[in-house]
């Protein structure tokens, strides 16, 4: 049996087949980084968006445990928490970045909700402050895949990068939860 095509292009815009979730090719002043060869058969896979002035929104697409699920509401009780599979593997991207430097430091983590537009769909945030550097991190889940978007910016540019890198998760185009 051979692999199914995981990614496909359509009119531009990158879509991952089993999860229904679509990367447009432009979203406000971002547009999608050249696709290696070999995405249509890749389960783990990493683009970018990248920003007028060269800076990169990282996306990273990949299975997530049967399990796995976000918060289902912004605030609420024990109810609406993200699994326990989803919030493993968001401090495990969220130690990665911290154990880089000692300067880095937990600035600020919410839950967060991308395309309200749509619906929405919920997930976690982190800002990570460093001396010289921030970077921002969301995490989501939907039908099966994480979805992971991650950018680094130097510490004076908060407002420059950190306001607008959420722009990439809410004009993603989430399907409805399977």
């Known amino acids: 049996m ?5 990614f496909s292009t359509w009119a531009g815009d990158l879509v991952n087949i ?21 995405l249509d058969k890749a389960q783990n896979f990493s683009f970018y968006y990248l920003y007028p002035d060269g800076q990169r929104v990282i996306v990273k697409v ?11 509401l912004l605030n609420g009780g024990p109810s609406s928490d993200p699994s ?3 919030m493993k593997e968001f401090e495990v991207i969220k130690n990665r970045v911290l154990s880089k430097d000692d300067s880095i430091a937990v600035h600020s983590q919410m839950r ?14 982190v800002t990570l ?4 550097e921030y970077t921002d991190i969301s995490l989501y889940e939907r ?9 680094a910016y130097p510490s004076d540019k908060w407002m420059a990068y ?13 399907p409805k939860q399977q």
């Not at 950190?162 to 989430?174: E, I, L, P, R, S």
């Open 143 to 151: 039908n099966g895949y994480f979805v992971c978007y991650s950018v």
């Open 112 to 125: 967060f909700v991308a395309a309200p537009q749509q619906g929405g769909v919920y997930g976690m945030k």
């Open 62 to 72: 990949y299975p997530a445990p049967k399990d796995a699920h976000g918060p289902t």
């Open 84 to 86: 326990r599979s989803f």
């Open 162 to 174: 950190g306001m607008t890198y959420t722009d990439v998760a809410h004009f993603t185009k989430w």
């Open 18 to 38: 089993p999860s229904g979730i679509t990367f447009p090719e432009r979203i406000e002043q971002f547009t999608l980084g050249p696709i290696d060869e070999g």
């Open 2 to 6: 051979g692999l199914l095509v995981a």
């Open 129 to 132: 402050a460093g001396a010289k």
